[in-house]
Protein backbone atom coordinates (compact mmCIF):
# COMPACT_ATOMS: atom_id res chain seq x y z
CA UNK A 1 0.00 0.00 0.00
CA UNK A 2 1.59 3.67 -0.98
CA UNK A 3 1.86 6.10 1.37
CA UNK A 4 -0.23 9.05 1.00
CA UNK A 5 1.70 12.37 -0.12
CA UNK A 6 2.05 15.14 2.02
CA UNK A 7 0.86 18.23 1.29
CA UNK A 8 2.30 21.87 2.77
CA UNK A 9 -0.50 23.24 4.47
CA UNK A 10 -2.38 26.32 3.27
CA UNK A 11 -2.13 28.27 6.78
CA UNK A 12 1.73 27.24 6.27
CA UNK A 13 2.30 29.41 3.10
CA UNK A 14 -0.29 32.16 4.45
CA UNK A 15 2.57 32.34 7.53
CA UNK A 16 5.87 32.27 5.38
CA UNK A 17 4.24 35.27 2.90
CA UNK A 18 3.24 37.34 5.62
CA UNK A 19 6.39 37.41 7.94
CA UNK A 20 8.15 37.87 4.30
CA UNK A 21 6.63 41.05 3.87
CA UNK A 22 6.51 42.21 7.25
CA UNK A 23 10.24 41.37 8.00
CA UNK A 24 11.17 42.91 4.71
CA UNK A 25 8.99 46.06 5.61
CA UNK A 26 11.31 46.21 8.80
CA UNK A 27 15.25 46.01 6.43
CA UNK A 28 13.13 48.82 3.90
CA UNK A 29 13.01 50.74 7.23
CA UNK A 30 16.20 50.45 8.51
CA UNK A 31 17.84 50.83 5.23
CA UNK A 32 15.93 53.95 3.96
CA UNK A 33 16.46 55.45 7.18
CA UNK A 34 20.59 55.23 6.62
CA UNK A 35 20.31 55.87 3.28
CA UNK A 36 18.18 59.21 3.90
CA UNK A 37 21.36 59.60 6.91
CA UNK A 38 24.13 59.20 4.01
CA UNK A 39 22.16 61.42 1.75
CA UNK A 40 22.53 64.19 4.48
CA UNK A 41 25.73 64.00 5.68
CA UNK A 42 26.85 63.72 2.13
CA UNK A 43 25.12 66.69 0.60
CA UNK A 44 24.29 69.45 3.89
CA UNK A 45 26.84 72.29 2.75
CA UNK A 46 29.73 73.17 5.74
CA UNK A 47 27.59 76.06 6.56
CA UNK A 48 24.02 74.79 7.05
CA UNK A 49 25.47 72.11 9.49
CA UNK A 50 23.35 72.41 12.70
CA UNK A 51 25.22 72.21 15.63
CA UNK A 52 22.36 70.92 17.40
CA UNK A 53 21.63 66.79 17.46
CA UNK A 54 19.16 66.29 14.84
CA UNK A 55 17.57 63.64 17.12
CA UNK A 56 15.97 66.14 19.57
CA UNK A 57 13.67 67.31 17.20
CA UNK A 58 12.45 64.08 17.17
CA UNK A 59 11.70 64.00 21.09
CA UNK A 60 8.77 62.59 22.29
CA UNK A 61 5.85 65.30 23.07
CA UNK A 62 5.79 64.53 26.59
CA UNK A 63 2.83 66.94 27.24
CA UNK A 64 1.53 67.99 30.59
CA UNK A 65 1.68 63.85 32.04
CA UNK A 66 5.77 64.06 32.16
CA UNK A 67 5.02 66.32 35.09
CA UNK A 68 3.24 64.08 37.18
CA UNK A 69 4.55 62.33 40.15
CA UNK A 70 5.16 58.70 40.29
CA UNK A 71 1.64 58.32 42.46
CA UNK A 72 -0.13 60.57 40.14
CA UNK A 73 0.84 57.99 37.32
CA UNK A 74 -0.52 55.33 38.69
CA UNK A 75 -4.14 56.75 39.60
CA UNK A 76 -4.46 57.43 36.50
CA UNK A 77 -3.53 54.54 34.52
CA UNK A 78 -5.69 52.73 37.14
CA UNK A 79 -9.19 55.60 36.06
CA UNK A 80 -7.90 54.44 32.46
CA UNK A 81 -7.64 50.65 33.36
CA UNK A 82 -11.45 50.95 35.13
CA UNK A 83 -12.03 52.51 31.91
CA UNK A 84 -11.45 49.79 29.81
CA UNK A 85 -13.37 46.79 32.23
CA UNK A 86 -16.24 48.96 31.91
CA UNK A 87 -16.40 49.59 28.02
CA UNK A 88 -14.34 46.17 27.47
CA UNK A 89 -13.56 46.64 23.96
CA UNK A 90 -12.86 44.05 21.39
CA UNK A 91 -9.74 42.77 20.83
CA UNK A 92 -8.62 44.66 24.11
CA UNK A 93 -4.00 44.86 24.39
CA UNK A 94 -2.13 45.73 27.06
CA UNK A 95 1.07 47.65 26.62
CA UNK A 96 3.19 47.06 30.40
CA UNK A 97 6.02 48.72 30.87
CA UNK A 98 8.27 52.03 31.66
CA UNK A 99 8.65 54.88 29.45
CA UNK A 100 9.59 53.14 26.02
CA UNK A 101 6.10 51.58 26.61
CA UNK A 102 4.35 55.39 28.06
CA UNK A 103 5.76 56.83 25.05
CA UNK A 104 4.65 54.55 22.23
CA UNK A 105 2.56 57.17 19.77
CA UNK A 106 -0.54 55.74 19.65
CA UNK A 107 -0.94 56.92 16.22
CA UNK A 108 1.63 54.45 15.19
CA UNK A 109 0.10 51.66 17.20
CA UNK A 110 -1.11 48.59 15.41
CA UNK A 111 -4.87 49.72 14.33
CA UNK A 112 -6.66 46.04 14.41
CA UNK A 113 -6.86 46.39 17.56
CA UNK A 114 -8.19 48.43 20.98
CA UNK A 115 -4.69 49.20 23.18
CA UNK A 116 -4.35 49.70 26.83
CA UNK A 117 -1.19 51.82 27.89
CA UNK A 118 0.18 50.92 31.10
CA UNK A 119 3.45 52.66 31.05
CA UNK A 120 4.93 54.54 33.14
CA UNK A 121 8.59 56.33 33.04
CA UNK A 122 11.02 55.11 35.09
CA UNK A 123 9.48 52.04 35.93
CA UNK A 124 11.11 49.04 37.28
CA UNK A 125 10.10 45.24 37.58
CA UNK A 126 9.99 45.33 41.41
CA UNK A 127 7.20 48.64 40.61
CA UNK A 128 5.44 46.76 37.73
CA UNK A 129 4.86 44.12 39.43
CA UNK A 130 3.12 45.43 42.66
CA UNK A 131 0.66 47.55 39.76
CA UNK A 132 -0.32 44.85 37.74
CA UNK A 133 -3.62 44.56 39.62
CA UNK A 134 -4.96 47.78 38.18
CA UNK A 135 -5.68 46.20 34.98
CA UNK A 136 -7.26 43.13 36.72
CA UNK A 137 -10.76 43.65 35.68
CA UNK A 138 -10.16 44.42 32.27
CA UNK A 139 -10.28 41.29 30.18
CA UNK A 140 -7.22 41.78 27.32
CA UNK A 141 -6.33 39.27 24.87
CA UNK A 142 -2.98 39.79 24.65
CA UNK A 143 -0.74 42.00 27.22
CA UNK A 144 3.11 42.78 25.99
CA UNK A 145 5.64 43.32 28.79
CA UNK A 146 9.24 45.51 28.57
CA UNK A 147 10.63 46.00 31.39
CA UNK A 148 13.98 45.69 33.20
CA UNK A 149 16.69 48.51 31.77
CA UNK A 150 15.47 50.89 34.96
CA UNK A 151 16.35 47.88 37.12
CA UNK A 152 20.09 48.17 35.64
CA UNK A 153 19.92 51.82 35.56
CA UNK A 154 19.66 51.40 39.16
CA UNK A 155 21.91 48.76 40.02
CA UNK A 156 19.65 46.10 40.38
CA UNK A 157 21.37 42.37 40.34
CA UNK A 158 20.40 40.19 37.57
CA UNK A 159 18.78 37.32 39.78
CA UNK A 160 16.22 40.18 41.36
CA UNK A 161 15.18 41.28 37.58
CA UNK A 162 14.74 37.95 36.52
CA UNK A 163 13.29 36.95 39.88
CA UNK A 164 10.69 39.96 39.69
CA UNK A 165 10.25 38.57 35.46
CA UNK A 166 8.66 35.25 36.76
CA UNK A 167 6.34 36.73 39.27
CA UNK A 168 4.76 39.18 36.59
CA UNK A 169 4.69 36.39 34.40
CA UNK A 170 3.00 34.04 37.01
CA UNK A 171 0.62 37.08 38.09
CA UNK A 172 -0.58 37.79 34.66
CA UNK A 173 -1.09 34.15 33.54
CA UNK A 174 -3.04 33.69 37.16
CA UNK A 175 -5.24 36.70 36.55
CA UNK A 176 -5.78 36.57 32.56
CA UNK A 177 -5.55 32.90 31.68
CA UNK A 178 -7.59 33.34 28.36
CA UNK A 179 -4.89 36.28 27.36
CA UNK A 180 -1.54 35.54 25.76
CA UNK A 181 1.01 36.81 27.13
CA UNK A 182 4.44 38.09 25.49
CA UNK A 183 7.35 39.03 27.29
CA UNK A 184 9.76 41.38 25.12
CA UNK A 185 13.12 41.73 25.16
CA UNK A 186 15.22 44.51 26.61
CA UNK A 187 16.35 47.39 24.07
CA UNK A 188 20.09 48.13 24.25
CA UNK A 189 21.47 51.48 24.41
CA UNK A 190 23.24 53.76 22.31
CA UNK A 191 27.14 53.35 24.26
CA UNK A 192 29.65 56.37 24.00
CA UNK A 193 26.89 58.40 21.50
CA UNK A 194 24.39 58.12 24.46
CA UNK A 195 23.22 61.45 25.35
CA UNK A 196 20.43 60.83 27.86
CA UNK A 197 21.15 62.88 31.06
CA UNK A 198 22.40 59.65 32.79
CA UNK A 199 24.97 58.71 29.87
CA UNK A 200 27.82 57.90 32.88
CA UNK A 201 25.40 55.17 34.37
CA UNK A 202 24.46 53.80 30.75
CA UNK A 203 27.88 53.48 30.21
CA UNK A 204 28.66 51.53 33.30
CA UNK A 205 25.94 48.50 31.77
CA UNK A 206 27.44 46.66 29.09
CA UNK A 207 25.42 45.87 26.11
CA UNK A 208 25.97 42.09 26.40
CA UNK A 209 25.06 41.48 30.02
CA UNK A 210 21.59 43.36 28.36
CA UNK A 211 22.24 40.35 25.86
CA UNK A 212 22.78 37.90 28.67
CA UNK A 213 19.66 38.71 30.17
CA UNK A 214 17.35 38.37 27.15
CA UNK A 215 18.51 35.35 27.02
CA UNK A 216 17.56 34.10 30.59
CA UNK A 217 14.39 35.97 30.05
CA UNK A 218 13.71 33.89 26.73
CA UNK A 219 14.43 30.44 28.64
CA UNK A 220 11.95 31.71 31.47
CA UNK A 221 9.32 32.50 28.59
CA UNK A 222 9.26 29.01 27.60
CA UNK A 223 9.46 27.75 31.03
CA UNK A 224 6.31 29.37 31.81
CA UNK A 225 4.39 28.79 28.80
CA UNK A 226 4.42 32.34 27.31
CA UNK A 227 5.32 33.81 23.93
CA UNK A 228 8.73 36.06 23.69
CA UNK A 229 9.08 38.37 21.14
CA UNK A 230 12.75 39.10 20.28
CA UNK A 231 13.06 43.42 19.30
CA UNK A 232 16.69 43.00 20.15
CA UNK A 233 18.62 42.25 17.02
CA UNK A 234 15.60 44.97 15.12
CA UNK A 235 17.49 47.67 16.87
CA UNK A 236 21.16 46.61 17.14
CA UNK A 237 24.07 48.32 15.59
CA UNK A 238 27.47 45.80 14.65
CA UNK A 239 28.71 46.98 18.13
CA UNK A 240 25.75 45.79 19.65
CA UNK A 241 24.30 49.12 20.81
CA UNK A 242 21.57 50.67 19.89
CA UNK A 243 20.99 52.30 16.84
CA UNK A 244 21.25 55.97 16.40
CA UNK A 245 18.65 56.26 13.79
CA UNK A 246 16.12 54.93 15.92
CA UNK A 247 16.58 57.18 19.25
CA UNK A 248 16.20 60.38 20.29
CA UNK A 249 19.34 60.15 23.55
CA UNK A 250 20.41 56.75 23.26
CA UNK A 251 17.96 55.40 25.56
CA UNK A 252 14.69 56.09 24.27
CA UNK A 253 13.02 55.81 21.08
CA UNK A 254 11.97 58.41 18.09
CA UNK A 255 9.10 57.72 15.87
CA UNK A 256 11.93 55.96 13.81
CA UNK A 257 12.13 53.18 16.35
CA UNK A 258 8.17 53.15 17.31
CA UNK A 259 7.54 52.27 13.82
CA UNK A 260 10.08 48.93 14.06
CA UNK A 261 8.26 48.03 17.37
CA UNK A 262 5.11 48.75 15.16
CA UNK A 263 6.56 46.23 12.64
CA UNK A 264 7.52 43.63 14.99
CA UNK A 265 4.30 43.84 16.88
CA UNK A 266 2.43 43.21 13.12
CA UNK A 267 4.40 40.16 12.32
CA UNK A 268 3.34 38.68 15.99
CA UNK A 269 0.32 39.36 15.64
CA UNK A 270 0.47 37.56 11.84
CA UNK A 271 1.64 34.83 13.32
CA UNK A 272 -0.94 34.48 15.98
CA UNK A 273 -3.70 34.61 13.22
CA UNK A 274 -2.44 31.76 11.24
CA UNK A 275 -1.43 29.57 14.48
CA UNK A 276 -5.65 30.56 14.64
CA UNK A 277 -6.22 29.32 11.58
CA UNK A 278 -4.00 26.44 11.80
CA UNK A 279 -6.26 25.32 14.70
CA UNK A 280 -9.22 25.91 13.04
CA UNK A 281 -7.96 23.72 10.39
CA UNK A 282 -7.27 20.79 12.68
CA UNK A 283 -10.26 20.86 14.57
CA UNK A 284 -12.98 18.44 13.86
CA UNK A 285 -15.98 19.43 12.60
CA UNK A 286 -19.43 17.59 12.97
CA UNK A 287 -19.97 16.72 10.02
CA UNK A 288 -16.75 14.06 10.39
CA UNK A 289 -17.78 12.68 14.16
Excluded at 149 to 169: F, H, K, P, T
Aim: no cysteine.
Amino acid sequence: MSTPTKTFPIWGFFLLITNGILMSAVILLIWRQQKLTTAFATTTPPEQVNLVPQTQSLAPELGPRHKLSYRQWVDVLKQEAEASAEQQPQKLTVLAGDSLSLWFPPDLLPEDRNWLNQGISGETSDGLLKRLDLFDRTQPEIVFVMIGINDLIRGVSDEEILANQRQIIRYLRRKHPQAKIVAQSILPHGGEEATWEGREKLLAIPNSRIRNLNDELQGIATQQGIRYLNLHPLFTDKQGNLRREFTTDGLHLNPQGYIIWRTALQIYSNRELAAQFQERQNKPSLDRI
